[in-house]
Nanobody
Framework: QVQLVESGGGLVQPGASLRLSCVASGIIFSIYTMRWYRQAPGKQREWVALISSGGNTNYADSAKGRFTISRDNAKNTVYLQMNSLKPEDTAVYYC???????WGQGTQVTVST
């Protein structure tokens, strides 16, 4: 049974940082491409960042320069370090594993004064 469990969300002020984690089980984590997505209220889910099995990364324009995706294959975990957070980063953040299209349950990030 495949499980992706996100954590690390919370309520922070603009300019703050958060690190999200996603722990995977039931898959050979090291061979999967991992992605972070987010979904703001009333909006479609959007892709944020990806990291390939080989460690190559790519980011949405909204994340470039502020967010960093990384992985620890020994811990079956993918991270999203988010710096200089803005109110428009408020969303539920989901991790995704490909192939297979597996999703976690999401973690809420709220950026507000």
């Amino acid at each position: 049974q495949v499980q992706l469990v996100e954590s690390g969300g919370g309520l922070v002020q603009p300019g703050a940082s958060l690190r999200l984690s996603c722990v995977a089980s039931g898959i050979i984590f090291s061979i999967y491409t991992m992605r972070w997505y987010r979904q703001a209220p009333g909006k479609q889910r959007e892709w944020v960042a990806l990291i390939s099995s080989g460690g190559n990364t790519n980011y949405a324009d909204s994340a470039k320069g502020r967010f960093t995706i990384s992985r620890d294959n020994a811990k079956n975990t993918v991270y999203l370090q988010m710096n200089s957070l803005k109110p428009e980063d408020t969303a539920v953040y989901y991790c995704n594993a490909q192939p297979g299209g597996f999703w976690g349950q999401g973690t809420q990030v709220t950026v507000s004064t």
